[in-house]
């Protein structure tokens, strides 16, 4: 696509991605900004950025759900009671954070015999 360093900022991006709402975000705008400044056309300098979101809205939304469906199942119920209390204890944070600090729970109490019973709590 024309961006110089492409692995670079490949990595970059790929690295960003693994922080929760916040990263796929500083991807794009770290990749608009690059593509923005060394391309001398206005698509090119957001063909990289549109290519990313691509990939991440395909990636986030269809391929880890289908691949982590059997791993991590969880109530409905429970879900949404994590969602309210940690929205009230943190607020917005604190609703962003709510499944993944849920699923790690669960996934503590998967692996830790003494927990067990309350993993068994989450899982459908």
Known sequence: ???PNAAM?????AVLNFAPSFGPVAGIILLA??????????????L???????????????IMPVLLRRQFTL??????VSLIFWTWLWGVPGAWLSV???????????RVPKLSSV???PAS
């Open 119 to 121: 993993s068994g709590l």
């Open 100 to 110: 993944p600090i849920l699923v790690s729970i669960k996934v503590v109490c998967d």
């Open 48 to 62: 990289s950025p549109a290519c990313y979101l691509l990939l991440h809205l395909l990636e986030a939304n269809f």
């Open 75 to 80: 109530i409905s119920a429970v879900i949404f």
């Open 9 to 13: 900022w490949a990595v970059l991006v």
């Open 33 to 46: 900004t690059v593509g923005l400044f060394t391309l001398d056309r206005l698509w090119k300098g957001l």
């Open 1 to 3: 696509m024309g961006v």
